[in-house]
């Protein structure tokens, strides 16, 4: 195969309802990088019902094209047509790179249309570079997490990877910007598709802690379940989540869903509190690449505190509640 | 109903350790299991023939070591399994273990009995990319549906199954027709102990055994290190998070929590936070 003519990046973004995930901003922010390095247009693809403001908000974010298919069949993410449509894109766009959120949708889309091309898939990245032979230098974790290992496809293009939310940073919208937005019309016929989506249960939605930006997280230190109620508190008046420890899983005060580590969730929050944790390795595998950490346990050499950037040194049940209306007032709340 | 059940053998990666002084991976020791998002999957096919009568074949690409991660299968109640071993597969990457698990699944359908539904797990322990399911269901051109927490129904006259994905932000509800793959998570079920008599039968049980030679139409251009497109060109230990920790002090617990406000309204944080 002739590849020559693939030349730019194309950041396939996801939304839900009109609204987009964090993890496709992140991605075209970071691409931009990489298009400046390649020298090449960054583009992306826009793919929903009514979702024409998210066409020009990736422009404001970064893109120089946006592809925009926009149809009501396509309100719902369902594979088949949203594969068929991402395909005629890059047939049409050619692009050298292929990036989206590794997402459970992101990896569902990634998986069909990297096998329709053929291509090469690299799952989950936490960073990405390019080379002066103009190679995807895809890096993510594995043997949970205890290695990074740098993933190339240097045969087939476009190149494609799914890429962590949390890792890199959105660029703030610029409202000057300027691109071009090419409209794209559903491939498809609807009877072709069989897969209907009948109801969205979000009540259903359990913690979500790869996509929180603040996580507050108890261990064994809480003695129970009612305490999580205050980390609870203190995770509202910042915007997070509650997180957990295996132990406090274990012993059934919290939801497997909130366990943070090895056996948990990995997890890349821009604040993370960690509250009577000690820091066991198989924890701050977990946690580690948290921007901010902030370890609240009474004794000074656990080794939660060598991963911190502040401690303190004392009883949770006096600290956290104390924390929580100071984090209320500060912010006026 | 025929329910086929695709497995994967992997080291126990929890297990893995880093040798601090060589930074490579010790294997030594590591247990291989069945990956255990894969003894879900087999739990809800399992489960099916419990309810509604099936037949449950399971599958694996792998080396013949795998065979002992087929008979635990069988042991929970599987009725065959099929391993694909050949040393042309070695170095697969998703791409290329798709296209021979789709043959194997092809093959499967052909010589006993039309397939209906697929099960795949959420990922493996190993490689852990959760690309072979889509891979599989777009090659054998099935429907798939990700990520299911649940199965509500499966009717066989009109040919459906509606389930319950799970998704970041909620649950999803959705139907589609069969033949479907789906991948499975561990919430979907409780996998079953093996019995007695599967036990039993299992310990006889010898799994059938396909090469490339049993796949007469395989293009070998597509299998193994040769067909697969992603090369690992490094791997690394990173560096441990190394901070300079602050350790707040204060006289009451009041102004300490302060400085510690104080601090964090020092960083980036409110600002990217929009607090
Ligand atoms: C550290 C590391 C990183 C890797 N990164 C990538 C990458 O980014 N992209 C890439 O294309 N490859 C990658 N590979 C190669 C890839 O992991 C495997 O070799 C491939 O054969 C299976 O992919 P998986 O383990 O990710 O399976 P997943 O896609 O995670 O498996 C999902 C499900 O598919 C089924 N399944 C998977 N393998 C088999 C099998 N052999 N037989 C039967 N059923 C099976 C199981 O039901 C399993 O639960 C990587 C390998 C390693 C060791
Ligand atoms: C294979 C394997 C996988 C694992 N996976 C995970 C995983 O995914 N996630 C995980 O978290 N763990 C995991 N673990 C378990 C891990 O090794 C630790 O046992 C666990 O993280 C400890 O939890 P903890 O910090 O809550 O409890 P502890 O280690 O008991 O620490 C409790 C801490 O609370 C402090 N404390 C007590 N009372 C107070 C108080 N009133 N005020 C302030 N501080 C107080 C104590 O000083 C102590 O430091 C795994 C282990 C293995 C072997």
């Not at chain 1, 087939?156 to 959105?170: E, H, I, L, N, S």
């Not at chain 1, 944790?277 to 950490?293: N, R, Y």
């Not at chain 1, 004794?299 to 502040?310: M, Y």
């Not at chain 2, 792998?62 to 694909?84: H, N, Y």
């Amino acid at each position: 195969m002739d590849f020559s003519a693939y030349r730019g990046i194309l950041i396939v973004v996801e939304q839900r309802a009109g609204t987009a995930k964090n993890v496709s901003w992140q991605l075209l922010g970071e691409a931009q990088r990489l298009a400046q390095k390649l020298d090449a247009p960054l583009m992306a693809l826009v793919i929903g019902h009514e979702v024409e403001p998210l066409a020009r908000e990736a422009i404001e974010r970064g893109a120089d094209r946006v592809y925009l298919c926009d149809a009501k069949e396509l309100k719902d993410y369902r594979t088949r047509p949203y594969s068929r449509v991402c395909l005629h894109v890059i047939e049409q766009a050619k692009p050298e790179i292929v990036l989206m959120g590794a997402t459970y949708t992101g990896r569902d889309l990634a998986g069909a249309i990297a096998t329709h091309l053929p291509t090469g898939l690299t799952a989950d990245c936490t960073q990405l570079d390019v080379d002066e032979n103009r190679l995807l230098l895809a890096s993510r974790p594995a043997f949970s997490e205890k290695m990074l290992a740098t993933i190339l496809c240097k045969q087939y293009k476009p190149q494609m990877a799914t890429a962590r939310a949390g890792v890199f940073m959105a660029l703030p919208r610029d409202p000057s910007r300027s691109g071009e937005i090419v409209r794209i019309s559903p491939q498809m016929n609807p009877d072709e598709i069989a897969t209907e989506v009948l109801d969205f249960l979000r009540e259903m939605g359990r913690v979500n802690l790869e996509d929180a930006e603040v996580i507050v997280a108890g261990g064994r230190g809480l003695g129970g379940p009612a305490p999580f109620a205050l980390l609870k508190d203190l995770a509202d008046a910042l915007g997070g989540v509650v997180g957990a420890s295996r132990v406090a899983v274990e012993a059934g005060w919290i939801d497997h869903d909130h366990q943070v580590g090895q056996t948990g969730t990995t997890v890349r929050p821009k604040l993370y509190i960690a509250v009577g944790i000690s820091g066991a390795v198989q924890h701050l595998v977990g946690m580690q690449h948290s921007d901010v950490i902030v370890a609240i346990n009474k004794d000074p050499d656990a080794p939660i505190f060598r991963v911190a950037n502040f401690g303190i040194v004392g009883d949770l049940f006096e600290i956290v509640p104390a924390l929580t209306k100071t984090v209320i007032a500060r912010r006026g709340l | 109903m025929h329910i086929v059940v695709c497995i994967k053998q992997v080291p126990d990666s929890r297990e893995i350790r880093i040798d601090p002084v060589t930074n490579t991976l010790v294997r030594q020791g590591v247990p291989a299991i069945v990956n255990f998002y894969d003894l879900h999957g087999l739990e809800e096919a399992l489960r099916l023939k419990d309810e509604m009568g099936a037949r449950v074949t399971v599958v694996s690409m792998g080396p013949p070591s795998a065979e002992k991660a087929l008979k635990q299968c069988i042991a929970m109640g599987a009725d065959e399994a099929v391993l694909v071993s050949d040393r042309g597969f070695a170095g697969a990457d998703t791409l290329a273990t798709s296209y021979v698990v789709a043959l194997t699944i092809k093959k499967v359908a052909q010589e006993m009995e039309p397939v209906d539904m697929v099960f795949c797990g959420k990922q493996t322990l190993d490689g852990d990319t959760g690309q072979v399911g889509p891979g599989v269901a777009c090659r054998l051109d099935y429907d798939q549906l990700t990520y299911v927490e649940k199965v509500l129904d499966v009717d066989p006259v009109a040919r459906t199954v509606t389930v319950h994905r799970h998704l970041e932000d909620g649950v999803e509800v959705v139907r589609t027709k069969l033949p479907v793959l789906m991948t499975a998570l561990t919430n979907l079920n409780k996998p079953r102990r093996a019995s007695l008599p599967g036990v039993l039968r299992a310990a006889k049980y010898k799994p059938i055994v396909w090469t490339t030679n049993d796949f007469p139409d395989i293009d070998r251009a597509k299998i193994g290190l040769r067909g697969s497109p992603t090369i690992v060109s490094k791997t690394w230990v990173p560096e441990p998070r190394t901070v300079n920790t602050e350790m707040i002090e204060a006289p009451d617990v009041r102004e300490t929590v302060a400085v510690l406000v104080e601090k964090l309204w020092n960083t980036e944080l409110p600002a990217r936070l929009g607090w």
